[in-house]
């Protein structure tokens, strides 16, 4: 009788065969194929846990097949926390909860958690713009000492709902972008006015408010850079690259989901910096990509990727904006960075035969 296969499951939000990222998924399969491991993409809410299997989809002769497989041994986890994700969370948690399964990372579970992480080391602290939960009077007492503030939902992802607020007289100018992502702008009268409208956009979510910083050109289009960090097949931290994401100029935000465009870092800073600047940033760049994984995961549990978005001021200062657990790699298509595109399709296969072959000492 033949040994069992190893396998990998991407574990993310399925709708009966519909399920995003299609193409990713299915480099991944062929890379896993190649190193021995049967990769399917699944959904938590699909498992048996009486039977242990699950109803998935293997990409196989140019289709995506529906079949039942067994427990995987490893999961990738891609499922993006949002809104409906407290449909998947049990199922998650159970899984997670397995002894006989091993997940690569566990995913980051909001901003906040995050901020209060990364403030507890020396040397990331600089890097972090002050952040506290929103409130009417937090948001006040922002805007008093710096004349203008961002608030950001805690779990929002792509953009949404990041909203520049700017104290002018007895007015207060109010951008960004909506929960159809789309830009928006306005002006409200008085503190009143204010508080109407942020009872309304933020009826639901749960939001953070820090200082606003001018991460913009000299123009005043917005950008921030994207480094890819990823577990590599020997267990370690590695950069797979970074680029820059470039905002359409009627927007406070960067981000590709919003309309935004790529290009390259290097190019990019030295258009809008003096050599000394530029040198200085991407040292601080380099500095971020290589503690802060390093940090977080030390503070959070396994990782195996994150996707770090730094802003850039227009003084040259580094500021880490976010980090993302489940990061995209649409990014470096766009810049025309092969290398990197390959390493960030193929390093969770090659990290998850690195945990495998340290699970049962080689298959």
Not at 5 to 15: A, D, F, K, V, Y
Not at 234 to 253: C, L, M
Request: charged fraction near 20%.
């Amino acid at each position: 009788m033949p040994a069992k296969q190893h396998s990998l499951g991407i574990m993310t939000r399925c709708q009966g065969a519909y399920f995003v990222d299609k193409g990713f998924y299915r480099k991944l399969t062929m890379y896993g194929r190649k190193k021995g491991l049967r990769v399917f993409v699944f959904s938590p809410r699909n498992v048996n846990f009486d039977a242990r299997t699950v109803r998935g989809f293997e990409y196989r002769q140019g289709t995506w097949e529906s079949r039942v497989f067994p427990l995987p041994d490893l999961i990738y986890d891609r499922c993006f926390v949002g809104p409906s994700y407290r449909h998947y969370k049990p199922f998650v948690e159970r899984l997670q909860n397995d002894p006989a399964i091993t997940f690569l990372g566990h995913g980051l579970s909001g901003k906040w958690q995050v901020h209060k992480m990364l403030i507890q080391s020396p040397k990331l602290a600089p890097y972090l713009p002050r952040t506290e939960l929103f409130s009417l009077s937090t948001l006040r007492e922002t805007l008093r000492t710096h004349g203008a503030a961002v608030i950001k939902p805690i779990a929002g992802t792509h953009g949404i709902g990041v909203t520049r607020i700017k104290a002018m007289n007895d007015r207060y100018e109010i951008a960004g972008r909506n929960r159809k992502n789309q830009p928006f702008r306005r002006l409200v009268k008085g503190q009143a006015g204010l508080a109407t409208f942020l009872r309304s956009f933020t009826t639901g979510r749960k939001f953070l408010v820090q200082p606003y910083l001018n991460l913009h050109t000299p123009a005043g289009v917005p950008f921030d850079v994207r480094v890819l960090v990823q577990k590599n097949g020997d267990g370690a931290w590695e950069t797979t690259g970074a680029a820059v994401r470039v905002g359409d100029k009627r927007s406070i935000t960067s981000n590709l989901h919003g309309g935004g465009k790529a290009v390259p870092l290097s190019p990019f800073l030295s258009r809008h910096f003096s050599p000394e600047i530029k040198s200085r940033i991407e040292q601080q760049v380099s500095l971020l990509a290589n503690e802060l994984p390093v940090f977080l995961e030390q503070s959070h549990g396994r990782l195996v990727e994150l996707g770090i978005d730094l802003g850039i001021d227009t003084d040259g200062n580094v500021w880490v904006i976010e980090v993302n657990s489940r990061p995209g790699r649409t990014v470096f298509r766009k810049i025309g960075d092969p290398q990197a595109r390959l390493h960030s399709i193929t390093q969770p296969v090659r990290y998850a035969h690195y945990l495998m072959q340290a699970r049962v000492g080689g298959y």
